[in-house]
């Protein structure tokens, strides 16, 4: 006890000498007597925490503990309790405390955490850490309100001290205490004073306390909380994070939760760029699933990230205003930084989000896909894409990409937008870059050629804006790509990489090594790509700034390899690098004024030369070599930019090289013995018969045989032999020249338009008649006399069809003449020659060794033309086998043996097949379309015609461009989609003979179609006009008496073309793209134009109505079927480019109709038929049930109408009311309806309790309705025509109709049997008939072993089986299962005769069938409640 009072008296000092310094409090009037007392006794608080085991120390010493916590509160309590002054005594206490704590000192001990006191030996079990005095006396219930009261009175003594010393802060300490109680006896006079002091503290102060409310607060005062602090985040904005922080600690209902975060989305647009993150955080953590869309949507629609970041011509002009002084640059950077940084804080709040909440990222993909606007897209969705793509979720990574592509492909994300991305946020994707490469990556493998560019351009654009090591995985993911073998992806690679040499030439250099690696894979490349590939790495190394440098020697390796090689693929590919190297080297290096100084260099000039003449004497020893290295050289100067000395080098050597190679002047006799006898054919030059030139065509081949055969016998002599001129070169020697003379002359080609009407050496075209007495030598000779002759005609052709002088036209008309007549000599020619070989003519593609052509009499099923038919009575039953044509050969053709032949062999040779050994047009041969159509006088056989004052086009050579334009467009404009080549797999390149035009662009493609729209649709119009005389002529007969049988063939091929060639046009995708919006409606105007003036100001919806129109005056002169095929698809696509593609549903369905209902006869009085008509005729009848309104309906009538006439109508007659359904074309009908019926049925909507049952229910009806009908229908059929291929659609057809009514229709079933009853179980018995003529079926293949028919048993069986059994459970589900029963259905035989089997009777094959079941209740007899489906014999068993 004298410890104690020596202890107390010297507190009683210490807190005499300190009362003077500290702020006087409303007790500081009892001071001097509280003191006098203290003297002889101690205050209540100081006694009574001493001896609960506290002892108070001073001087900045923490005060000591003796006992544990627990024990220190409960004495405490004790002694106030048991004190006689109680209560009295509690406020007493605390007045005393206030009066204690007066001195700051004592004050910040008493918020300190107290110290265990040290003991002499014995060990306390007091813990190392232990609450302050003040906390500790907290937790007294009975002194809590009072004390929490002198706390926050005491709070705004030192709210504006800020940090005293010792790094403390009292307000933060005050509130300290009150966190984490285990009672809080008075909450809401807590939380009314703590919102009271947060009105009136400084900012710092506020935040201490807003951000400790959930940490002070009992749970039921939250939600009052929560408002208030709802209240104060509109007020001020200062407040925002703490507020934040606090709310998302809240538990809130979620009314509430819902009207805050709705608050804090309307002051988004308000909050400061570095408050941002963490109000997307809680904006994102305060979200539930069944709100997850609509939050994320509002977030999305309301944070601008463009205002968060300045464009970088802002900032740069800032840096520059601000660049006098260097702290303002510095700030400035430092502001751009920060903006990002922010940003980058945005993302990785909605990123972890994403992560951890599945329905977030479900929402953020909603959210972008729902948006349907371009304008309305953000940079946010491409940033949420990529940090999808970023997160470990497989569903997400997949959403994000599929996506993305869908946006792509629709327009809707557009290449302006990525750009924008990356040129404002670099910094901020660069965390993203792996998701952006796996991304373009996967745009640039996809099969869809919309989303390919768009992956381009994520290259393109990562490897501008981010660092050296992202360019080098951009380079090493295109060069992957490359060398993938896929031809669509090594296409935009190859195209990319160019790009960026051309762009970034310097940054390109240090990645040159990682290109040249492409050339270890050149042999999965195709010329074209062969051309790019050397093309960008010849202007890294020998560029004008030549920056890639170090691998100048490595090139020249490689093409020296490549050059001196004896493999022709090897070889091939060291004429193309070589001469893209000399491409790069001589190209033009334009500087501006000083022109003079710019030329090559006499040493680059030495290269270039020594470099060339390394080719030519490459290619001297293999004729192919050499035609090839004259077709590249030819390339690469029209399409390249060279030295004027490079060209003028080039242009003298080949001028003369040609002269003397290939031109002989021509005298009264040709000297020398040949195979046939030579003359000079097709002179234009009627003034120049003697002492003109001539090509020397006859005697050149004749040489290149004889060498050949020599070289056979002989295998010395190879290297002996002098140069030797071959033929296979004649064409592209002359391409070359030609080019080099346009380049030379400004295209003018003067110097050399004595070529265009020359005469060439030949032998008289009568021998073509006695094919047959010819040896097989003469015979090859000659064809491939004729193929080097059109060859030239087509080169002659390619030259001068640019010219404008009206007798050259004339010439090349008379040109394009020759072309047709010797095609239709080479026909002949090539039917009396199976097996032969052509001369190759396109040498850029891969060696035609590998293609077969056997006997030419199979090549009619191989083509799939058919558009030069001859003698088309003999033609019609195409579709037919070879057998089946000979044999109606014979009995039409009654005449010589040898003449049957050779018409029948003339039948089966198609030209298109030989396509690859014509040189190619080029798109300016096309241009001779916008002549005048000469349709009724043809011209004579001879083709000389009279002078004529207009250039005319005859329709034979109408046909031959149109042929050669289809061909071009579906080559270059249908996008097919992209295939990995099959592994130890040839197959034929179909890349041959569109070198040049794979040169060009896509779009400069489409671009000339549309030019060429005017004149098509003249000629169009002419075929119509054409037709309609001679139909009115023929008072509306086809085969009329006027009729001329070829003509009328030639025409009708003409003017299906001519729509085919319109509808590829119009077709092509790039149509989808906004850029291409402008030659959409230039397309589309050109047809409105026809019918009515109304120039651009017409809408796309207008000029889509006025072409349709257009279009549709065409339906009255359709000469067949295909053609009108061809008119129904492209009214089809020209409906389908406007915004309303349903408002044309109607008339596209009445004209299918319409062509349905027609008869169809040829020129020659039969009616149409074969494998090509049924084609076409399914398809017409596909649009038909495309379009119109009912397709149920329209499958009724067919059924019900059509097919049920052909039934009754005798061998060859047709249905009286679709004269297109007759015995032959019966399948084709079927199939369709069938399969229409099977659409139909996977349309069932979804089976669920609703009022709308009956409408469903009703559509369940007609499909299984018009099932059992088809199906009957076909059992009678087959009856009457014992047609296995019906059968065989009756069994793949029926299954899948029974399988997607198992799944779509039954479920229906089972919710409506109780209020439907009567209509379920009708339609259960409807659909019974036909799964029982299915187990007929069945029964019937077995029976005949007919593999193609018992292929489909199992699983029509299994689908019977199924269907029992889920009858039965419908029953079972709606307590009905008493009107089911089951037995053995008997295996019978179409005609319903039993099938006997060798285990017969009682162990009779699996039977399954279909049951019929009732309501329990029904009153009906056994025999009709019965179900006769049954089960397997095992399960009845």
Known sequence: MMRKKRRSSVEKVAGTTAAPKAKKSRNSSRQPKEAAS???????????????????????????????????????QQQLQKSPRYPDILKEFVTDLEAYVENPDRFRNCLLPCVPQPSEGDVRSVSSFQESLIRMLLGIEMLQTLIIS???????????????DGGLNIPRMIINQLKWLDRVVDTKELAAKLMELVSVAPVEVQRDIITSLPEILEDSQHNDIARELNALLQENTQLTVPILDALSSLNLSSSLLTEVREAVMATLAAVQLEDLPVVVKFILHSVSASNAHEVVSNLRQKLELEQCVLPPVLQASQIRMKSKSSAGSASTAAASGSSQDSVTLVLDCIKSAVRFQKTISEAWLKAIESVDDVEDHKVLDLLVLFILHCTNANQSRRGAERVLKLKVRTGLMQEAL??????????????????????????????DPCVVPFGGQMYSHSFTAFDSYCQQEVVGSLVTHVCSGVSGEVDVALELLCSLVVEKPSEMALYAVFVKGILDYMDNLTAQQIRRLFHLLSRLAFGQQQQGSHIQDDMHIVIRKQLSSTVPKYKRIGIIGAVMIVGSMGALRPKGKESQSSSLSQETLRQVTALLELVKSSSESSPEA???????????????????QVEEMIGMSVLDDFQDDFVVDLGPDIAGSFIFPAC??????????????????????????????????????????EKRVSPLCLSPFFRLLRLCEEKRHQGDLEEIDALVGCPLILTNMDVVDKVDSLSKAEREFLCTLLFHTINWFREVVNAFCTQKETEMKMKVMTRLQNITVLQALLERALAGTPGYMPPVSNFDGETTDGISFGVPVNKENKDGTGKKRKAPGKNAPEGASQPEEATEADETQQEQPEKEKEKENRLGVRLTAYRPFFRELDMEVLSVLQCGLLSRSLLDSELHTKVQEEVVLGPTELVFLLEDMQHKLEFSLTAAPAKRAPFLKMRADKTVGFSHLQQRSTKDIASYCVQLLPALCSHLENCHNHFQTLLSENNGVVDGPSTDVEEHQVMSSGYQLLLQVINTTLNWSGFSQPGQRSLLKKALGVLAGRLKEGGPELTLEQLVKHSFEYLLNFRSTMPSLSTALCLSQLLSTVSEKGGNPGAYREQTASLARRFLNQSWVTASGEKERGSKFNEALHTLLSIYLEHVDDVLKAVEEIAGEGITELINTSKDESSASWPTLNRQTFLVFYKVLMAELEKAARKIPAGKTSDSSEVRLLGTALPALLFETSISLSCDLVKVFDSRPVLNVSLKYGRLFLESFLKLGMPLLDYSFKRHKE??????????LSTRQLHHMCGHSKIHQDTSLTNHVPAVKKSLELFVYRVKAMLTLNNCQEAFWMGNLKNRNLKGEEILSQRSQGSDDDDDDDEEEEEGNQELPPAQEQSDDEVQDGDSD
Do not use: C
Not at 42 to 58: I, M, Q
Not at 631 to 640: F, G, T, V, Y
């Open 1319 to 1328: 209509d379920v179980q009708s339609l259960l018995k409807t659909f019974q």
């Open 626 to 644: 050499a035609a090839l290295y004259y077709d590249e050289l030819a390339n690469l100067i029209w399409s390249s930019a060279l030295d004027p």
């Open 38 to 76: 203290e003297e002889t006794s101690e205050t209540v608080f100081v006694t009574f925490v001493k001896k609960a085991g506290v002892s108070l120390k001073h001087n900045g010493a923490s005060h000591e503990i003796a006992v544990d916590q627990v024990v220190f509160q409960k004495r405490i």
């Open 418 to 447: 990525l750009q924008k991305t990356f040129r404002d946020y670099s910094q901020v994707m660069r965390g993203y870059f792996p998701s952006i490469l796996a991304l373009a990556q996967s745009l640039v493998r996809s099969p």
């Open 150 to 164: 002198t706390l926050l009175e005491k709070l705004p003594e030192f709210m504006f001290d800020g940090i005293v």
């Open 680 to 721: 000079a054919l097709y002179n234009l030059e009627e003034d120049e018969s003697q002492g003109g030139i001539a090509i020397n065509l006859l005697p050149l081949l004749a040489k290149e045989t004889q060498h050949k055969g020599e070289q056979q016998r002989s295998q010395i002599g190879k290297q002996k032999q």
